[in-house]
């Protein structure tokens, strides 16, 4: 049964009926692998699914999607260094009884926060999300 993945206006024709200059279309996976693009019209005709079907199978796949990228990013060297600087600010704090607050704070994880935030976005890249999705 064909599995719906999500929208995008980047194709506009239906791959269904033809119909063109269609504002987004749904991407569809067949069951033979096969993606193909169709007009909402024809995604619910074709599939025997609702409408809200649909949507809950996008917003799931766009779920899972994220969820992956959120795996990625977190097992990356870039963010363990970054919370393990976070953690060391924290210690370093409390041992010697002083508050890390504002821009001596920062400065402390300045450059691990750099690295992170570059791993970030080639994660969101990889995945096609924005860099803020990542963000768990």
Known sequence: MAKALGTTDAVTTCDCCGKSNLKMTVAMRLDDGEIVHYGRVCAARNTG??????????????????????????????????????????????????????????????????????????????FGLNSYQVLA
């Open 49 to 126: 699914k609702t409408t809200p079907q649909i949507n809950s199978e996008i917003k799931a796949e766009a779920a899972r999607i994220i969820a992956a990228a959120r795996a990625e990013y977190k097992a990356s060297p870039e963010y363990i260094a970054e919370r393990a600087r976070f953690a060391a600010r924290d210690e370093y704090a409390r041992t010697h009884g002083v508050r890390m607050i504002g821009p001596v704070a920062m400065e402390f994880v300045k450059d691990a926060c750099a690295a992170a935030d570059v791993a970030r976005a080639a994660v969101a890249a990889k």
